[in-house]
């Protein structure tokens, strides 16, 4: 590893893993960084306490349900990490947008990994004439996706790390030819990673969800600007690789109301089971919490705005044999 990604590696934990004891491992070809994560909180407990908050579209609507969100999560004990997939920025990154949202995770005292959405990087900064948005040059595209490493301190846009007995790798879009494309090089180093931990049961954090892993509910549900592509190569990449048992997305902004936000359809291919997260652009927010133990992992989703969890929507996950 170069001294100047290890440097920078080492002010990422410090800002962000309060609770955690942590190491860094190698850099990979790609450019791509692997955190090591090892627990060193004070409480006695079994398992490993992640956050997902979907879509936070900043500043956007209703903020103080937003700032409320932050407010509850502060307050769980047991919080290990919190991850944000993507939308992150309200429309189009623009200055002001990032610099809502620095202000926002400000508040966050706990570990904050983020990734990378549509709306982060894909759009210009100003508008037509008619008031819409218009797509990004390639170099304004990668100049938004540096503005997105340099406000959360990353070293790159996708990476992984080890939490206990399990693999999580974080991807971001970063194709701007459509709103949930991963480039090529992305896409060889996933594959790597995967061969690289074939024995360890894996996650993977993606602002969209797999295809198929909805119900039609809408005109834009399971669409090709609305699941993770290219979907081909993605499928026969998690067909070669039966450790992935959990893929988790944003970008639908699929709500607890909707009947397949936690359903048997959720399951893609008979073994991946894609967890759905609703958008905080609303007044009532929910999150899920992913509870990961050795030998399983507890889904609960949160109401923020009632105080409650949902028994209803609690699912149970046990990771592959390896």
């Known amino acids: 590893m170069s001294k100047s990604i290890s440097a920078m ?11 955690c004891a942590t190491t860094c491992g ?20 079994t398992y490993h306490h992640l956050v997902v908050l979907g879509d936070p579209h900043l500043p956007g609507k ?13 307050s769980w004990d047991d919080v290990d990490m919190v991850i944000a997939v993507g939308d992150i920025c309200e429309d189009r990154g623009t200055d002001e947008e990032y610099a809502a949202a620095g202000k926002f995770f400000g508040k966050l005292n706990k570990p904050l990994y983020p990734i990378a959405g549509n709306h982060d990087y894909i759009y210009e900064d100003t508008l037509n004439p008619n008031g819409n948005r218009v ?3 390639p170099y304004s595209s990668q100049a938004k996706l540096d503005r997105f490493k340099e406000s959360f301190r990353l070293p790159t846009i996708y990476y992984d790390m080890t939490v206990g007995s399990y693999l999580l790798v974080f991807l971001s879009t970063d194709q701007p030819d459509t709103l949930t494309r991963i480039s090529e090089k992305q896409l060889e ?3 790597t990673e995967l061969d690289k931990n074939s024995k360890t049961p ?3 954090f993606f602002h969209a969800p797999l295809k198929g892993t909805l119900r039609d509910y809408s005109s834009r549900a399971n669409t090709p600007d609305y699941i993770a ?3 081909a190569k993605i499928h026969k990449i998690l067909m070669k690789n039966p450790q992935v048992f959990l893929w988790v997305s944003g970008h639908t902004h699929t709500s607890p109301k909707e009947e397949s936000y936690a359903a048997s359809i959720n399951v893609y291919e008979n073994r991946i089971t894609n967890i759905h997260n609703a958008d905080m652009n609303r007044e009532t927010i929910w999150t899920n919490s992913l509870f990961m133990y050795p030998d399983k992992i507890t ?8 105080g409650a969890w949902l028994p209803s929507l609690e699912r149970t996950l046990v990771p592959p044999s390896l």
């Open 9 to 19: 590696l080492s002010i990422i934990m410090m800002l962000f893993l309060f609770g």
């Open 26 to 45: 190698n850099e990979s070809a790609s450019g791509a960084a692997r955190i090591q994560v090892t627990r060193a909180d004070a409480m006695d407990k």
């Open 62 to 74: 209703n903020i103080e349900a937003k700032e409320h969100v932050i407010q509850n999560i502060n």
């Open 135 to 137: 797509r990004a040059r």
């Open 189 to 191: 180093w996933l594959s």
């Open 202 to 204: 894996t996650l993977i």
């Open 229 to 231: 592509q290219p979907s």
């Open 299 to 306: 889904i609960k989703t949160y109401d923020h705005q009632s």
